[in-house]
């Protein structure tokens, strides 16, 4: 698989993902009182933690979109 995740997609990937996982796992909102929620908030902060650190983004494969540069 090719990369296709640029600078900028990777660092606002990480901090959102970075500030979901904190937000679920240390402060108790009432918005994740439900173990659903909860579990979902977690999955979603690591998907984005993880596509930032792989460089590779699956749900933009299908639509052949990429924000990396290619004019290097």
Known sequence: ???NIGRLDRILRFVVGGSILVLALFFHLPILASPFAFWAAIGVGAVLVMT???KICPA???FNIST???DR
């Open 60 to 62: 933009y494969i299908p």
């Open 1 to 3: 698989m090719t990369r």
């Open 52 to 54: 930032s650190v792989a």
């Open 68 to 70: 990396l540069r290619t």
